[in-house]
């Protein structure tokens, strides 16, 4: 991958990777039983909220850092569209008054399909492994 192609997905990595981060975080802060009562108030097992928070907090440090990122990069993927079609598709693209519309999700969406077809390697703890692995101990 050309450099400049490889600074656009590093960007991309680190900002999805602190997004998600936050969103798990938060997740804890609020109180994940209030996220697991919320779950399944839409119909979802109450346990997700715990995997999703997880998913989000574990998974963003993991993109930040480059660890994982087409694997975490394709649950994001999972994850996002799970959102769209269960949460925000029926207020609609910009949302409906009462709840915010899926354009955000959307974005999030395909920015985690990009990582996860392309992947980044600039500044990542996965190039540094394939490097050793390789037998190269240059970084």
Known sequence: MEMKHEIGALI?????GVIFLVHG??????????TAGWFSSIGLPGFMAYAVALLETIGGVALIVGLGIRI????FALLMAGAILKVKLAAGFLGNGQQTGYEFDLALLAMTVYLALNGNKLYSL???ISKRKAGNGNV
Request: hydrophobic share 55%; net charge negative; glycine share 4%.
């Open 25 to 34: 975080v938060v997740k804890f802060q609020d109180g994940i039983e209030n």
């Open 12 to 16: 991309l990595r680190v900002v999805l």
């Open 126 to 128: 996965d190039q540094w």
């Open 72 to 75: 975490f990069s394709v649950l």
